[in-house]
């Protein structure tokens, strides 16, 4: 009966971290259309609008940067569900506030606030990591993977609906809608860490640059780390650059961006959320990273090669092992670190995405300007993809080294090894 009951609250608790994740996706996706009209209330020219806008976003990055391991530190030593909630409540005031900004200097404040409460990230896949085996951890990693994905299909369109209305209502919605789920939270959601399995907090360990010093040193790790900063930094320098590119070289506009993102978001919602558990149980969660990053590196590469806009839609088809490598890399993280630091690990590579939205735009967008003369038809305009692609290509390699090496080491069964003279077969 316990057993029974243990089960039903898990999987309770499991659909509220699903349903967080997805409504703060869906918050942050209702602002991104509007927010760079609400900086414009606010400046005299378009220099001053991209200037303050930019100002904005790297200040949401900093503080993401700084407060995604404080957060985990601190759901390692007082519990996930306070950490949680407190999160939540602040995100949904950070939104009131938006709503009644008067000044860009109220909206640099409240992106201070957004970015530390929005770090909450971190603490929702420590959660995940207390409440499931090491064996589910990869599927259940994949699902929140998929309530990313969900939310930021609908938030951007939702907020686009919203704010052709007025442009401040995506930010009351946002607001409603992350209020709600924190009430939810404190009346249905329980703690998942026991009080004999939390370790103590101290702003040495809560540090960002010293969390990242200690992921690399956990048994089992190491060089994943960077692994995962260049896929992450590939990733949101095609995110960055995307828009402008498509316009650039195929003359596409908002309806047509949107109809291509629409369709990534579903991929990778789909990937994640429903055949994450099958790619695992087919290749195991090594050769589903390894898979994943080789395909993504040959995406980039044809991105910036393709000569007609619907060539991207079957390269992001095609591409969809690629969506399955992240969660399968956070899944080995986890299982490599104690459960009383589940949440600093999380917070840490939380961390790591948190530099590349600092770092991507200053490459992406300074590389894009340079090529951005050059005719539609000259391959030269893919100059970011390409470098997403060495990017990627790079980690792919690191990953590969650190496998083997990891596999020598343990001495695990030769059919569990991946040598790198395999992939090109494997992967074709």
């Known amino acids: 009966m316990w057993s029974k009951l243990f089960s039903k609250n898990r999987q309770a608790s499991q659909a509220f971290i ?4 997805f409504l703060d996706v869906l918050g942050i996706g209702l602002i991104i259309p509007v927010l760079p009209s609400l900086v414009g209330e606010f400046t005299a020219s378009r220099d001053q609008q991209a200037y303050w806008y930019g100002a904005l976003s790297v200040t949401y990055g900093v503080m993401q940067f700084f407060c995604a391991p404080m957060l985990g530190a601190l759901s390692d030593r007082f519990g996930r569900r306070p950490v949680l909630l407190l999160s939540i409540f602040g995100l949904a005031v950070s939104y009131v506030v938006h709503a009644v900004a008067a000044s860009l200097l109220s909206l640099l404040l409240v992106r201070i606030l957004s ?10 896949n420590a959660y995940m990591a207390d409440i499931t085996s090491t064996e589910q ?6 699902l929140l993977g998929a309530a990313f994905g969900m939310g930021f299909i609908f938030g951007p369109m939702l907020g686009g609906v919203l704010g052709a209305y007025d442009l401040r209502l995506p930010f009351v919605v946002a607001a409603v809608l992350a209020l709600l789920n924190g009430l939810y939270g404190y009346f249905v959601l329980p703690e998942s860490l026991p009080v004999e399995r939390r370790a103590a907090f101290s702003f040495q360990r809560a ?3 010293s969390a990242l010093g200690n992921l690399s040193r956990i048994h089992g790790v190491g060089g994943l780390i960077w ?4 896929t992450v930094l ?4 095609l995110q960055t650059t995307w828009v402008l590119y498509t316009e650039f070289r195929f003359g596409w506009g908002p309806p047509e961006n949107g109809a291509a993102l629409f369709v990534v978001g579903m991929v990778g919602a789909l990937v994640q959320g429903l055949l994450q558990g099958r ?11 390894l898979f994943g990053l080789a395909s993504g590196t040959v995406a980039f590469l044809l991105y910036g090669l393709a000569t007609q806009g619907w060539m991207l839609y079957c390269i992001v088809l095609a591409n969809f092992l690629s969506f399955a490598a992240g969660p399968a890399l956070q899944a080995i993280v986890s299982k490599s670190v104690d459960p ?8 840490s590579l939380n961390a790591i995405n948190s530099v590349a939205i600092i770092v991507a735009p200053v490459i992406g967008s300074s590389l894009l300007a340079e090529v951005s003369h050059l005719p539609g038809n000259d391959w030269r305009l893919g100059a970011t993809f390409y470098i997403c692609s060495v990017l990627q290509g790079l980690g792919l390699l690191l990953a590969v080294l650190h496998f083997n090496r990891q596999a020598r080491q343990r001495r695990v069964p030769a059919g569990d090894t991946v040598p790198s003279v395999d992939l090109p077969a494997s992967h074709s």
Do not use: C, D, Y
Request: hydrophobic share 50%; glycine share 16%; charged share 15%.
């Open 18 to 21: 699903l349903f967080t994740v």
């Open 115 to 124: 970015g530390g409460t929005g770090a909450s990230f971190s603490v929702a």
């Open 137 to 142: 951890r990869g599927k259940s990693f994949g």
């Open 207 to 209: 540090n960002p640059f």
């Open 227 to 230: 692994v995962f900063a260049l």
């Open 234 to 237: 590939a990733q949101f320098i």
């Open 279 to 289: 790619l695992l149980k087919r290749f195991g969660e090594v050769r589903l990273a």
């Open 340 to 347: 009383s630091e589940q949440g600093l690990t999380m917070g």
